[in-house]
């Protein structure tokens, strides 16, 4: 019977607990962003500031009255998170954590400059900080759209992940750019060559050549015998001489 009275009693002092917090102010806003490995890209304060811009009363609002949907959709007008969860806490503070996103390539898109991300979601370059990541660009011939990238896009966001989860390939290639007719042309790190890499089909055979010609041939050739490497062409590399 004591402990039934005791877990009764413990039951209704949670409950009284919990309408008196519903019924107290929100004490503020706090923001925890999980960076990772990756540069600060947004401030915890940019992403208050954002809530707050959408949710002005929002710190004026009791407790209970909190709409955690409205405040997540408020903190997703930062284009730099993503995972984004809010709570209230026992103190009363609007809690929001959140993810930042990692970007994997910077694009040039006409006179644009951004980033993208795994996911292929476009963001603004960081007035806070700045990656040091794979360049992008292309002889675009559709605007760019956030929502919905175009093919020209797509074909680069593949790649750039291959590139990206590929760390034997990763430091081989410094910059893509894609062509009107989607073929994709890459600046290696070393030698004065371009590389014509076609489409992003057989990507695996098509690094796996380029890196066997880089161990083998090119030694021999000189790092700067050739004007252009392609690998367009099914199970080969063919070299194109520089012209004197």
Same mark, same amino acid.
């Given at each position: 019977m004591l402990?039934? #009275?005791g877990a009764l009693a413990l039951a209704i002092l949670v409950i009284v607990a919990n309408i008196n917090r519903s019924h107290s102010q929100v004490r503020g806003i706090e923001v925890s962003i999980r960076y990772g490995r990756t540069p600060v890209l947004v401030s915890e304060q940019t992403v208050v500031d954002s809530i707050?811009?959408?949710?002005? &009363?929002? +710190? #004026?609002? /009791? $407790?209970?009255? $909190?709409?955690?949907?409205a405040v997540e959709q408020a903190a997703s007008h930062v284009p730099y998170l993503r995972d984004i969860s809010t709570s209230v806490s026992v103190s009363g503070k609007v809690v929001v954590r959140a993810v930042q996103r990692?970007?994997?390539?910077?694009? /040039?898109?006409?006179?644009? !400059?951004?980033? /993208?991300?795994? !996911?292929? +979601?476009?963001?603004?370059v960081s007035r806070t900080g700045d990656c040091n990541v794979l360049v992008a660009s292309g002889d675009f011939t559709e605007p760019l759209r956030i929502d919905s990238l175009n093919s020209q896009t797509l #074909?680069?966001?593949?790649? #750039? *992940? /291959?590139?990206? *989860? !590929?760390?034997?390939? &990763? *430091?081989?290639?410094?910059?893509?750019?894609? !062509? *009107?007719d989607g073929d994709i042309i890459m600046v290696p790190k070393l030698g004065d060559h371009i590389i014509e890499l076609g489409t992003t089909d057989d990507l695996d055979t098509k690094f796996s050549n380029l890196l066997a010609f880089y161990r083998r041939g090119m030694p021999r050739a000189g790092w700067n015998t050739y004007s252009k490497v392609s690998l367009k062409y099914r199970g080969q590399v063919v070299c194109t001489k520089e012209k004197k």
């Open positions: 402990i039934l #009275a707050l811009a959408a949710l002005p &009363h929002l +710190t #004026a609002q /009791f $407790v209970g009255d $909190v709409d955690r949907d990692r970007p994997i390539a910077r694009l /040039f898109y006409g006179a644009r !400059e951004l980033y /993208f991300d795994d !996911e292929g +979601t476009i963001m603004p #074909a680069l966001v593949s790649l #750039a *992940n /291959f590139l990206d *989860n !590929e760390k034997k390939y &990763h *430091n081989l290639i410094d910059q893509i750019y894609i !062509e *009107n």
